[in-house]
């Protein structure tokens, strides 16, 4: 044991003595380290340099590259605009067309004399509401009758407004036409008073067996009337119901018991809610353009007489230097050869002026149907629906307490009745003085049922508003406990006073857009999907005309009136926005939605050029538009023609477009992360017409110059109305 102790000592001392390190031996080791340590950092410096010198040369030869093609975008910019500038000709040439159809629709309602009035001429409108007036004791149904012609008239008036070009329009005109809608509307509801005090005279003749009251329904394309008369005041009889609909009321012990009656005018249009302001261009604008265009009008008109006078020093000289009769003949024969010309020659530019002044006007009134408004028009009263976040659909339900006129008495084989003055009188619920309540809650609301209109869908529960005579607008106090059946379209809520009642629903509820592609379906003819949270939108374009091919609303197919239906643009964003399918925003739409803002020009250019091109290539959304700035937009392309049959995967490209140039871009819409990086093996040009020629067929290039002018400009004011690169 003890040699084995001593053993295991001696080792350990030993190892001891193995580990001790001298100083020379530390010292070397620091010194080897520290060759070791700046030997990799060399290295890396070197690998640093090498990498950053290669980086370098890239990127100079990279934008050695982007220079050139820069250079060589700028030397055939002016080449490419003047023939985009020949393809563009189609837009003047379009509103041509629109404003010799407007001119010819007025000739063929002159020529058509069948006793209705032009409604754009202030002396025939005016005498057919003077004769009107003078027309006395018309029945409801008369009055329903002529209230198609008197709507018709006023659709007139609203369709010149929004149709012809903001810088086409005269202040004086806008007055005249927005002065002939009001008076229109005030007359029509007068005569639904006047017939309505004709049909109360004879409430008593016209009563029911059962209830003893009177109850009458008149349904119509444009209105739906009930009328309720309280002849027997039975007090227990407080539940009214129309035969046959769910629309009805329940009353008060105290109306029970009093001479009245109830009527509810369901008109579908809407004559309460106040005139929209017409688009109009700002007075800057407008002597700029007219100012510049007169001077080039000017200058060719002084360059025309002077040719002309050369001409005629000319012809003088010619005329004197020839003495014969037989040769002067021949003379002046060569001189009108050479005149004919010469005279043919203003009458061409002055169409060209004439085209060049419709191009610039076309021009500004689609920039201005993209300029947003700084702030809300209005200061808004507490309680008040603001108009520019909410609209009124299914038109309006004017609820009214009428007091009972005086029956007619038979007597002798003749029918005595008293005719007050004062004409119909409403019935004032509840009093303005409240001297004879008995109980605080002895006037409390009414509860009112209420269809609503099968034309019209809601996205969500409709709210309810009423009008508020003295303030002129609507507004949502003065309603209680509202519910909405939306399987039965049915709503009922407490109202404090009977009045003009309407529902309303967020404008914008179907804003920012998910998605939205436009493609080819047939030679002048498009197909525009617009998708948004709850519903899918399909406008097909042809010609001059649009129609809704169909809607699914949360993923399920649903019908309306609108389908397969041809109108005129402006005519179909009015049906659509009157449907509740508002995908059209206006100047103070960006206040309350959250928009990818895009620059106006740069997005009327892009939707010109969309136009041109949309016969023969389809375009869609990209997720990357939200990436770029305000001064870019970003959408997909490709060439789609109609022999192709459509594929699960298609090939997509993404372009990039300002306005002055358009690229195509590196990424696609799986990348990872956004990149303005050129495409390889692609250029910079100065417009999307020319962006896409590098990649395009022959025969889809042919395919673009094929369509109508009107085609094109249908297209593109779709494009402008829906504002997709902002709005999605």
């Not at 002849?231 to 105290?254: A, C, D, M, V, Y």
């Not at 509820?509 to 080819?520: A, D, G, H, K």
Request: hydrophobic share 35%; glycine share 2%; aromatic share 8%.
């Amino acid at each position: 044991m003890l040699i084995t102790f001593l053993k295991v000592v001696t080792f350990i001392k030993s190892g001891s003595k193995k580990k001790k390190i001298t100083k020379a031996d530390r010292l070397k080791q620091i010194q080897e380290e520290e060759e070791k340590r700046q030997k990799e950092e060399e290295e890396a410096r070197v690998k640093y340099e090498k990498e950053e010198m290669e980086r370098l040369e890239i990127q100079r030869i990279e934008n050695e590259k982007l220079q050139k093609l820069e250079a060589k975008d700028l030397e055939r910019r002016n080449e490419e605009l003047e023939e985009l500038y020949l393809l563009e000709a189609c837009f003047p040439e379009a509103e041509k067309l629109k404003r010799d159809n407007r001119f010819l629709s007025q000739w063929k309602h002159y020529i058509q004399c069948d006793g209705s009035p032009d409604p754009s001429i202030a002396q025939e409108i005016n005498t057919f509401i003077t004769l009107w007036k003078e027309e006395t004791n018309e029945t409801l149904e008369e009055v329903i009758e002529k209230s198609k012609l008197v709507l018709n008239l006023i659709e007139k008036l609203k369709l010149i407004l929004l149709e012809t070009p903001p810088y086409d329009l005269q202040g004086k005109n806008i007055i005249q036409y927005q002065g002939s809608i009001l008076e229109l509307q005030e007359l029509l509801h007068l005569k639904f008073n006047r017939a309505t005090e004709i049909l109360l005279r004879q409430a008593s003749t016209l009563a029911d067996l059962d209830s003893g009251n009177m109850e009458k329904v008149i349904r119509d394309e444009n209105v739906t009337l009930y009328i309720w008369a309280n002849l027997k005041k039975n007090p227990r009889h407080r539940s009214i119901r129309f035969s046959e609909t769910q629309t009805g009321f329940e009353i008060p012990r105290i109306l029970a018991t009093s001479d009245i009656a109830l009527r509810l005018l369901h008109t579908h249009y809407d004559h309460v809610t106040p005139l929209s302001p017409v688009l109009t261009p700002s007075q800057e604008n407008i002597p700029i353009i007219t100012d510049f265009v007169k001077e080039e009008v000017k200058s060719v008109q002084t360059a025309v007489s002077k040719d002309l006078q050369e001409e005629k020093k000319q012809q003088e000289n010619e005329s004197n230097s020839v003495h014969e009769e037989e040769t002067k003949a021949e003379g002046q024969g060569d001189v009108e050869e050479q005149m004919c010309p010469v005279q043919e020659e203003p009458e061409t530019t002055k169409y060209e002026m004439e085209m060049k002044l419709i191009s610039e006007t076309v021009l500004a009134a689609q920039e201005l149907l993209l300029e947003n408004a700084c702030e809300k028009p209005n200061f808004l009263e507490e309680n008040e629906v603001d108009l520019c976040q909410f609209t009124t659909l299914g038109g309006v339900y004017h609820l009214d307490i009428l007091e009972l006129p005086p029956q007619c008495k038979p007597m002798k084989g003749w029918m005595i009745v008293e005719i007050l003055k004062e004409g119909l009188q409403k019935y004032t619920y509840p009093p303005e003085t409240a001297e004879d309540l008995e109980a605080e809650n002895a006037f409390p609301p009414i509860e009112v049922t209420l269809e609503v209109h099968e034309n019209v869908i809601f996205f969500e529960n409709p709210m309810v508003a009423r009008w508020d005579a003295e303030g002129k607008h609507w507004k949502t106090d003065g309603i209680s406990n509202v519910s909405y059946k939306p399987e039965e379209r049915l709503i009922t809520f407490n109202l404090e006073t009977f009045c003009p009642v309407t529902l309303i629903q967020d404008a914008h509820i179907n804003m920012p857009y998910q998605s939205w592609e436009l493609r080819p379906l047939d030679v002048n003819k498009v197909l525009l999907t617009v998708t948004t949270v709850f519903t899918e939108l399909q406008i097909q374009i042809k010609e001059n005309l649009c129609m809704l091919a169909s809607i699914k609303v949360n993923n399920k197919n649903h019908s309306t009136i609108l389908e397969e239906k041809w109108m005129t643009p402006v005519s179909f964003i009015i049906a659509l926005k009157k449907a509740g399918l508002n995908i059209f925003p206006t100047g103070h739409s960006h206040l309350y939605v959250v928009i990818n803002y895009k620059h106006p020009l740069v997005e009327v250019k892009a939707y010109r050029q969309m136009a041109l091109l949309s016969s023969a290539f389809a375009f869609c959304w990209s997720k990357w538009n939200t990436a770029c700035d305000s001064k870019k937009a970003i959408f997909q392309v490709r060439e789609h023609l109609l022999k192709e049959e459509p594929t699960q995967n298609p090939n997509w490209t993404l372009l990039m477009f300002s306005g002055d140039r358009a690229q195509s871009l590196k990424i696609n819409e799986s990348s990872d992360a956004f990149s303005e990086v050129l495409k390889e093996e692609t250029e910079f040009h100065s417009t999307l017409y020319h962006m896409v020629k590098d990649f395009a067929s022959q025969e889809a290039m042919r395919a673009v110059r094929r369509p109508s002018c009107q085609f094109v400009d249908s297209v593109c004011h779709m494009l402008l109305s829906t504002r997709l690169l902002s709005f999605s």
